[in-house]
């Protein structure tokens, strides 16, 4: 993440990125592209090569092609298609089991061919875009051959999402990576942090004056996050049907967007600083026993509904999916930090799949004012004054307040001032993959999920791990094809005489 704004990023380190699972869409759909964006702005050093590893017996020459057709479909910029073809020969493809120490011995033979062939100054970035179970095994292999020691260069490895299932596993595969590498030499990847409005949030919260003073407890009613999506499982019911809405997205991208919006200003935008203020907060979670995870939190499973004149199945009926399966597609939970500035403020997260719309934004609602003035009028009319930063789509600021209605009576009416990044700033269309992978060669992890930070997130979400698995839900499925979730999740808020907001 540049912390100059204004100022010309700087070319990154040459290096050799190296890429498991290399025949698998996120290298087509995102990485490459990402690299060709990153070159046509000249963020990328001359010194460049790229190896494809993945299990089939594959060559450079059909690696090649293969980046060549993804130009195509996935790079809409001339200048990124015209920088992927003139580095298509910096490509090269290695076939084998990553699994296995030969493909590792050979892999470093190569790396020392193409330090000296392409002078990428023996840096490497292993980028771990594999099933999730190769990723402890791949960097086990990697330094026992070596390939992790930093004496020719530095080395860093990239993990994809997702880090573990559960607070466990996380650990152990935190562990197992320690064993290998030093911290500073893995980045896990959480792709919202990409977002360009994600990092928007640090701008937002630190560089105006105005809304640090009234950001707590004693002005904010409460927050609320949701992530709807209007697809459903695709063809990832595989991954899908082990994973479920909440561990999907709950303890990476909904607790990045918490932890952005309720941290406390770090020291600077260092990496260690932004990560240790992130850690405290999630350590401020308060940890929801059994018995409040039955009144905190709902979960939903989508059935069938008719939308645009076309039956949308119920999730059970999706290719891949058990006909009885208990996965949960949708999640809501009530959440509260009880530390210095937000003791007693409820933040509701919600997340799911088949919901009315796309869209990822925040409200923050503040509390009433005393409105004795208004008394005599409608004092009950009188709305909230709401916050909402629209992460995506739309990306913007809203912000609604009372204003009166022209005329001799004294009405007030709620109207919205709004901002548009996209029609002031013109959003880059980018996939959102180019900052982490430059800042990656840069070694800059402000971006990237410390150690610490993956297993504070597993560890609020446990107890709700733990109480759905043991109570099987009786109401599966239990909402309809775009609608809002489970009525459950509306009766979450109701309770409290509070209501989700979309803008
Ligand atoms: C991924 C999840 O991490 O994020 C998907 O595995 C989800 O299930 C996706 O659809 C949402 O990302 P975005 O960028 O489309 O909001």
């Keep these: 993440m540049s912390q100059a704004a204004g100022v010309a990023h700087p070319t990154a380190d040459g290096c050799s990125v190296v890429i498991f699972g290399a025949g698998g869409d996120l290298t087509k759909r995102l990485l490459w592209p990402a690299l060709c964006n990153l070159g046509k702005d000249n963020l990328l050093s001359k010194q460049l090569a790229i190896v494809g590893c993945g299990r089939s017996n594959s060559s450079s020459a059909a690696f090649r092609q293969h980046l060549q057709r993804s130009l195509t479909q996935f790079s809409p910029h001339a200048a990124a298609r015209k920088w992927g073809r003139q580095a298509l020969n910096q490509a090269h493809y290695l076939g084998g089991d990553a699994l296995q120490p030969a493909l590792h011995n050979q892999l470093g033979k190569l790396l020392q061919r193409l330090h000296k062939q392409h002078s990428v100054l023996g840096n490497v970035l292993f980028y771990l875009a594999t099933p999730p179970s190769c990723f402890a095994p791949i960097v086990q292999q990697l330094g026992k051959a070596g390939l992790i020691d930093q004496k020719s260069g530095w080395r860093r490895v990239v993990v994809e999402k997702p880090f573990g299932h559960d607070l466990a596993s996380a650990q152990q595969l935190n562990e197992q990576l320690a064993a290998i590498c030093h911290e500073d030499q893995i980045f896990r990847i959480d792709h919202y942090l990409g977002k360009e409005t994600v990092q928007n949030l640090l701008a937002f919260r630190f560089a105006n004056g105005i809304f640090e003073p009234i950001w707590n407890h004693r002005y904010i009613d409460h927050v609320q996050i949701t992530v709807a999506e209007t697809l459903g499982v695709q063809q990832r019911a595989a991954y899908y049907e082990t994973a479920g809405a909440l561990r999907d997205m709950v303890p990476n991208h909904l607790f990045q967007l918490l932890s952005l919006i309720a941290m406390e200003p770090p020291n600077s935008f260092a990496a260690n600083d932004v990560r240790d203020?992130?850690?405290?907060?999630?350590?401020?979670?308060?940890?929801?026993?059994?018995?409040?995870?039955?009144?905190?939190?709902?979960?939903?499973?989508?059935?069938?509904?008719?939308?645009?004149?076309?039956?949308?199945?119920?999730?059970?009926?999706?290719?891949?999916?058990?006909?009885?399966?208990?996965?949960?597609?949708?999640?809501?939970?009530?959440?509260?930090?009880?530390?210095?500035?937000?003791?007693?403020?409820?933040?509701?997260?919600?997340?799911?799949?088949?919901?009315?719309?796309?869209?990822?934004?925040?409200?923050?609602?503040?509390?009433?004012?005393?409105?004795?003035?208004?008394?005599?009028?409608?004092?009950?009319?009188?709305?909230?004054?709401?916050?909402?930063?629209?992460?995506?789509?739309?990306?913007?600021?809203?912000?609604?307040?009372?204003?009166k209605v022209p005329g001799p009576a004294m009405r007030i009416q709620d109207v919205t001032m709004h901002f548009s990044y996209q029609e002031q700033f013109r959003i880059p269309t980018g996939t959102g993959y180019e900052t982490l992978l430059y800042d990656c060669m840069m070694n800059d992890a402000t971006l990237f999920q410390r150690d610490d930070m993956v297993q504070l997130g597993w560890s609020i979400v446990q107890p709700m791990l733990d109480v759905w698995h043991a109570l099987s839900p009786r109401d599966f499925p239990n909402y309809a094809c775009s609608s809002w979730g489970p009525k459950e999740s509306d009766e979450l808020l109701a309770r409290d005489g509070r209501q989700w907001i979309v803008i």
């Design 277 to 403: 203020e992130k850690a405290k907060l999630l350590r401020a979670v308060h940890r929801l026993s059994p018995e409040q995870v039955l009144t905190h939190s709902v979960r939903g499973q989508y059935c069938a509904a008719v939308v645009d004149n076309a039956t949308l199945p119920d999730y059970r009926q999706e290719p891949g999916v058990d006909p009885q399966s208990a996965t949960e597609t949708f999640a809501a939970l009530k959440l509260f930090i009880p530390n210095w500035r937000w003791a007693g403020v409820p933040f509701y997260l919600r997340t799911g799949k088949r919901l009315p719309k796309r869209v990822t934004e925040i409200s923050i609602q503040f509390k009433k004012p005393p409105l004795l003035l208004f008394e005599h009028i409608q004092a009950t009319n009188i709305l909230p004054n709401v916050l909402t930063i629209r992460i995506q789509p739309q990306e913007g600021i809203w912000l609604r307040v009372g204003a």
